[in-house]
């Protein structure tokens, strides 16, 4: 199989800067770690809050590190996906080695195994 590489890398890429847009309106980098993002916390308002609103708060911030987690573990994928590219592995299963259907990576560029094995892992 003949992939388009520069094709899947210019998704990545598009797709890693949308991701990275996205996160940075809920998270920042952590600067001892710049592959890590740490969420941002709800700044209080400026009186006291109120019991509920300190729990909508913090409601608000559990659905946030949710959310950043999920990015950032598909950032992750992105990433992993565009050196796959850069040292020749793109398109070929982790587990067994054969090549990853096309419509698999037009799916899911970052796939890592074939539909086979993405079962099983």
Not at 34 to 42: F, K, L, R, S, V
């Amino acid at each position: 199989m003949a992939l388009d590489l520069d094709y899947y890398q210019k998704l990545l890429t598009e797709e890693k800067t949308k991701l990275e847009q996205q996160l940075a309106t809920i998270a920042h980098r952590n600067p001892d770690a710049p592959q890590d993002w740490e969420p941002n916390y709800p700044k209080p308002g400026e009186s006291s809050p109120a019991l509920d609103e300190i729990a909508d708060q913090e409601e608000e911030f559990e659905n946030e590190v949710s959310q950043e987690l999920a990015m950032e573990s598909q950032l992750r994928d992105i990433n992993d996906a565009l050196e796959r590219i850069k040292h020749g592995a793109f398109g070929m299963c982790a587990v067994g080695k054969e090549e990853i259907d096309e419509a698999r990576l037009r799916a899911n560029p970052a796939a890592r195994t074939c539909i086979t094995h993405a079962e099983t892992t």
